[in-house]
């Protein structure tokens, strides 16, 4: 999934809505969910951010969006992946979404 944002006019957009989907039916309502933005899918990024959006419409379903643009997350012109680093005692799980955010 793509999605291009236009932050050098000023605009301030939402991330498109990702969602994970517990497979085993696991609850992960309590779990929690940080964002953030690499060059690449194969290193994490250093710098991690709480939802704009969280919602857990089922038990074992999370979606979350982020803002991007100025007063919110700012991020250089460039390519992204958006990573997820979701904690639930006492797991830790770190991956890359498959959302990819140009900033233009």
């Known amino acids: 999934m793509k999605q291009r944002i236009y932050t050098s006019a000023g605009a301030v957009l939402y991330t498109l809505e990702w ?6 039916g696991k609850d992960v309502t309590d779990a929690t969910l940080l964002l953030g933005f690499a060059a690449d899918d194969e290193t994490p990024p250093d710098d991690w951010h709480t939802p704009d959006i969280l919602l857990n419409p089922t038990p074992s379903q999370i979606r979350a969006q982020i803002l991007i643009g100025e007063g919110h997350l700012v991020l250089d012109p460039g390519f992204y992946v ?15 979404t498959t959302l990819q955010v140009e900033i233009v």
């Open 19 to 24: 969602t994970l989907t517990e497979v085993t």
């Open 82 to 96: 958006m990573w997820r680093n979701i904690a639930d005692s006492p797991e830790i799980d770190v991956e890359p």
